[in-house]
């Protein structure tokens, strides 16, 4: 079959790279891609919100299946839109509709449903503009650090975590009278503060069967030592050493079956990926937050582990006979490391040549912010590209990736020199 990816990232790459490997894959296509992608699929220059573009890429090309990356276009009802148009309503489309995409468009959504399913996660209240003040009076009833969540689509940078009261009050007031965030501030949510160590779970659910796919462990924080401005993610690994079977259980019956009923109890149309960001308190874990698609950098340690066929897999999906799979692990541990240009996530300059690439003999490059200039690869992002490994652990992984990343370079490049520090 034909197959089309949306996106241009590292998990894009990801999932082209896992998809060619298919012997159902034959012609395969990414929108609008990167340099990564050019080498193993056929690029096209075409947004990922550009619903008409898209269908005619997808009538053009006979594409049986689309791949939907990133969260914009889901929050956006990309899927309806396909089930909508006669000549589209027959694609594969992998991702939910939009009522099931707004656990991932709205915090406030995505906490009430948390709530009416008792799943476990912080208490919380949300706010708008014209209750600025009750706001502030809700934050002086919390402990510090206090938990400050634009409650729509922030590109991952609409959360804020700060110890004190006088600059919380002034952020919520940034946030939602000057519009810091701009539309996506226009309701936050706070929350108490969980203090635990933070993890993933990825589900793959066809609205009433579900597969549990390996956990990660991202590294959000731009500095060493988890210090600075919050990005994409600088790194992850994958299995993650405090994830204990018990602990694994827990997630299971506490809140993956409760999430999946809850969307046929709440009639949430989902096809796709569920990300659940959760947090070990003590011995129990709480949802931080849901995200309708794969995340990155997890999704570049968490499928290199994956052994089934790519394609075998969403075909389950979309058929609804996601109970006849068995999903199969590489037992070796896979960590990447990502590689970023200098002054990310702040402004940063592109077009940096990127040399070394084709020294890499112990790792996998996945291409995200890299774009090819002619025949060169240069810089286009603030997250440039992921270097994974395999080991038989973790440390053994990472090693791998710093000694691949050495033979690297392009002008003002930075990564973190301590990714798996904390486990």
């Given at each position: 079959m034909n197959i089309l990816v949306l996106g241009s990232g590292g998990r894009e790459h990801t999932f082209a790279w896992k998809l060619a490997q298919s012997p159902k894959c034959k012609n395969l296509f990414v929108a609008p891609g990167n340099s990564g992608t050019a080498k193993i699929a056929t690029n096209v220059p075409v947004g990922v919100t550009d619903f008409t573009a898209i269908k005619e890429v997808v009538l053009n090309n006979k594409i049986s299946m689309v791949v939907v990356g990133p969260e914009d276009p889901l929050v956006q009802g990309i899927h309806?839109?396909?089930?909508?148009?006669?000549?589209?309503?027959?694609?594969?489309?992998?991702?939910?509709?939009?009522?099931?995409?707004?656990?991932?468009?709205?915090?406030?959504?995505?906490?009430?449903?948390?709530?009416?399913?008792?799943?476990?996660?912080?208490?919380?209240?949300?706010?708008?503009?014209?209750?600025?003040?009750?706001?502030?009076?809700?934050?002086?009833?919390?402990?510090?650090?206090?938990?400050?969540?634009?409650?729509?689509?922030?590109?991952?940078?609409?959360?804020?975590?700060?110890?004190?009261?006088?600059?919380?009050?002034?952020?919520?007031?940034?946030?939602?009278?000057?519009?810091?965030?701009?539309?996506?501030?226009?309701?936050?949510?706070?929350?108490?503060?969980?203090?635990?160590?933070?993890?993933?779970?990825?589900?793959?659910?066809?609205?009433?069967?579900?597969k549990i796919l390996p956990t990660a462990k991202d590294y959000k924080r731009i500095g060493e030592g988890d210090t600075g401005l919050n990005t994409g993610g600088m790194g992850a690994v994958s299995p993650v050493p405090f994830a204990t079977p018990e602990f694994l259980n827990k997630i299971e019956e506490r809140i993956v079956k409760p999430t999946i009923d809850g969307f046929q109890k709440d009639n949430l149309p989902y096809i796709g990926f569920v990300f659940i960001g959760l947090i070990k308190v003590g011995e129990d874990p709480f949802v931080i937050e849901y995200n309708v698609r794969m995340g990155d950098p997890e999704t570049e340690v968490v499928l290199p582990r994956l052994k089934n066929d790519l394609v075998d897999i969403f075909e389950a999906m979309s058929n609804q006979t996601l109970d006849d799979i068995t999903i199969e692990v590489d037992e070796r541990a896979a960590t990447t490391i990502m590689l970023v240009s200098g002054g990310y996530p702040e402004s940063y300059e592109k077009s940096k040549k990127i040399t070394g690439l084709s020294d890499i003999e112990n790792s996998i490059v996945f291409h995200a912010?890299?774009?090819?200039?002619?025949?060169?690869?240069?810089?286009?992002?603030?997250?440039?590209?992921?270097?994974?490994?395999?080991?038989?652990?973790?440390?053994?992984?990472?090693?791998?990736?710093?000694?691949?990343?050495?033979?690297?370079?392009?002008?003002?490049?930075?990564?973190?020199?301590?990714?798996?520090?904390?486990?």
């Open positions: 309806d839109y396909f089930l909508e148009d006669n000549a589209l309503k027959n694609v594969a489309v992998i991702g939910p509709q939009k009522a099931a995409a707004e656990l991932e468009g709205s915090k406030d959504f995505a906490k009430e449903f948390l709530f009416r399913h008792d799943i476990p996660t912080a208490a919380y209240k949300c706010f708008d503009a014209n209750s600025v003040e009750e706001g502030y009076k809700f934050l002086e009833s919390l402990k510090p650090p206090y938990v400050l969540k634009a409650d729509g689509l922030a590109a991952g940078k609409g959360v804020l975590i700060l110890n004190d009261l006088d600059e919380a009050k002034l952020e919520l007031k940034n946030m939602l009278v000057e519009a810091k965030f701009g539309t996506a501030s226009k309701k936050v949510v706070i929350e108490e503060f969980l203090d635990g160590i933070e993890l993933s779970c990825f589900v793959l659910t066809d609205g009433k069967n579900y912010g890299a774009q090819l200039d002619q025949d060169e690869v240069v810089t286009s992002g603030g997250r440039v590209m992921a270097i994974t490994s395999y080991g038989d652990t973790y440390k053994e992984a990472i090693k791998k990736s710093y000694q691949s990343i050495d033979k690297i370079k392009f002008d003002k490049m930075y990564y973190r020199k301590d990714i798996g520090f904390d486990l």
